[in-house]
């Protein structure tokens, strides 16, 4: 049963999103300046090399010296024998070395298989199988996860780093810190694994072919979460990521029309570069435009990640809805100036408008929510960044792109029906790898993406999403989204963090379970239930209400609802 009144128009009829265009978006992108994401990477590191592009730990690495670096990986991997097109792994964390072996990899002409360093050694194994990896860079925290599956496994190359290798003289006291006082490098052995120092020097030695990649070859393999299945590999062309970084661009140069824009623009990056969101928003977008991003090696400690958000005055901030929320539940951050933030990007998971407004009131610097998926490159839609308002929605679609909104048996819906959000766009990937099946079943015969996401879209082009399609919860026939109930919950004071989920009920269904951590102690379940009930029709309030110190999360951040479930 539809439970959002609707207005009887066809989105279809034109793209009605774009009367709600900032004045400089055009609805069409222009040809792409660059043929290949390497070429990008020549011209930036000639324009802005005197630059900060990254820095980590207080060691500043600059283009030039990025340029010099990233040509010794790629050297490296040419003189090992590997082929255009070949796969290249890559497990670390938001480390110097990260961007370095990247942009190696993709200059040399080779594909990057962003890998998520805390993989099991199943899932592991699964990726580097699936994607017929040659070689991998590895962190040696991580390593001994890499020797449990080397032997079934196609890897020929095992590169090893350690975290302290790109900082200088402060590099030795970092390794020392991590390996002996903090014991974070669990012991591992791979005999015929080389040391990271030992390729650059290597590679210093050697000649370096620049690659004639084309717009329509393979730039990375990035593996979906998993969540909705096995994980399989997205693949993102050289032209799904150059199209992704034009239409961001003009999206982010739409908030300087109204105010003055910084010579050089600085990041944070606290997300982690093998997460899409992050790949692009923060490494591709501050190397289009030259500006510095500063990387967070571990996120959840956040007196750290505050202390570096001060020193360096920063600008840009991709987030998402746990990482805000955390940071103002924090002392330190309470009691730091934000006037330098210019814009603050939410994605990855629904952003809360309680934890919005907070966020507007403690800095002065709005969220902007987007939305995008690993197979969107990643963006798909924002919200305006010039209106400081909160929407409550995931915005608009860029540039070039099409939205519509179509039900089980793809037909479009009319504006306010709910239904999945599918997507066609020049950021859409060129299918999974290896995968025709899957592909098959993600787009509709017309080529849009199916996202898996359910949402509507309104009169002026904004689009709501109301939850992923196996989240959403059947009440005695009515249909429950969890991001309502966990909004309508989050709104309480007392409450720190929330998910809901369906659970079996012999009456009706399914019932509504929710899960929280309190931010007062003295918060009750009785508090709760008069909250929900105030705020929500009585189907959609929770049945059961369960207390937790923490909830299930991923690596980036996200509430795993599926860990909540009865299994």
């Keep these: 049963m539809n439970q959002v009144p609707h207005t009887p128009l066809n989105p279809t009829a034109g793209k009605v999103w774009l009367a709600s265009y ?79 072996v990247v942009y190696g990899i993709l200059r040399a002409g080779f594909v990057v298989v962003n890998v998520n360093p805390l993989y099991t050694p199943r899932e592991l194994e699964h990726q580097l199988n699936d994607s017929g990896a040659k070689t991998i860079f590895v962190l040696e925290n991580f390593a001994h996860t890499v020797a449990q599956v080397l032997p079934r496994t196609s890897l020929k190359h095992v590169v090893v780093t350690a975290m302290g290798d790109m900082l200088g003289l402060k590099g030795h006291v970092v390794n020392l810190v991590v ?75 739409s908030a300087f029309l109204r105010r003055e824009r910084p010579e050089v623009l600085t990041f944070l990056c606290a997300l982690p570069l093998y997460h899409i969101f992050a790949l692009t928003v923060n490494s591709l977008m501050g ?131 709910v239904g999945e959000i599918c997507i066609r766009g020049p950021q859409v990937m060129a299918g999974y790898w290896n995968r025709a099946d899957e592909t098959a079943k993600a787009m509709t015969l017309d080529g849009y993406f199916r996202s898996g996401d359910m949402g509507f879209m309104d009169e002026r082009g904004y689009i709501k999403i109301v939850d992923r399609k196996k989240d959403m919860i059947l009440v005695s026939g009515f249909n429950v989204y969890p991001n309502e109930v966990e909004e309508v919950a989050a709104s309480h004071p007392g409450v720190l963090e929330c998910a809901a989920v369906g659970i079996p009920d012999e009456h009706s269904g399914e019932a509504v379970k929710l899960f929280v951590v309190k931010k007062d102690p003295a918060l009750t379940e009785a508090d709760l239930r008069a909250h929900c009930a105030e705020n929500l029709t009585n189907y959609k309030r929770p049945r059961y209400i369960e207390f937790r110190t923490e909830l299930p999360k991923s690596n980036v951040g996200k509430i795993l609802r599926r860990e909540l479930r009865p299994k």
Aim: hydrophobic share 40%; net charge neutral.
């Design 287 to 417: 190397m289009a435009i030259g500006a510095h991003n500063v990387l967070i090696a571990n996120p959840r400690d956040l007196p750290a990640l505050v202390k570096e958000m001060d020193q360096h005055k920063i600008h840009i901030f991709p987030g998402l809805n746990t990482l805000f929320n955390a940071l103002m539940n924090t002392e330190e951050f309470k009691k730091i100036n934000h006037s330098s933030l210019l814009m603050v990007f939410g994605g990855g998971m629904a952003v809360q408008r309680p934890v919005a407004e907070r966020w507007y009131k403690m800095t002065g610097c709005p969220i902007t929510e987007g939305y995008g998926l690993s197979e969107t490159a990643p963006v798909a839609t924002v919200n305006r960044i010039d209106i400081p308002e909160f929407t409550g929605t995931i915005g608009l679609p860029v540039s070039s792109t099409d939205v519509t909104i179509r039900d089980e048996d793809d037909n479009v819906l009319v504006f306010g029906e």
């Design 22 to 100: 900032p004045p400089i978006v055009p609805a069409e992108l222009p040809p792409l300046a660059h043929r290949s994401l390497g070429h990008l990477f020549d011209e930036s590191c000639q324009r802005f090399a005197n630059r900060t592009a990254f820095s980590s730990m207080g060691k500043a690495m600059t283009f030039r010296q990025l340029d010099e670096e990233s040509r010794r990986i790629g050297a490296w991997l040419q003189a090992q024998g590997l082929s255009k097109g070949d796969r290249v792994a890559v497990m670390m964390p938001n480390i110097l070395q990260n961007p370095v």
């Design 179 to 253: 390996r002996r006082v903090k014991k974070l490098v669990p012991a591992w052995s791979i005999p015929s694994a080389v040391s990271f120092k030992s390729v650059l020097a290597a590679g210093a030695r050697s000649e370096f072919k620049p690659a004639d990649c084309g717009l329509d070859d393979v730039a990375f393999l990035q593996y979906t979460g998993g969540t909705t299945g096995i994980s399989k590999g997205a693949m993102l062309t050289h032209r799904n990521l150059l199209s992704n970084k034009d239409q961001m661009a003009y999206w982010l140069e």
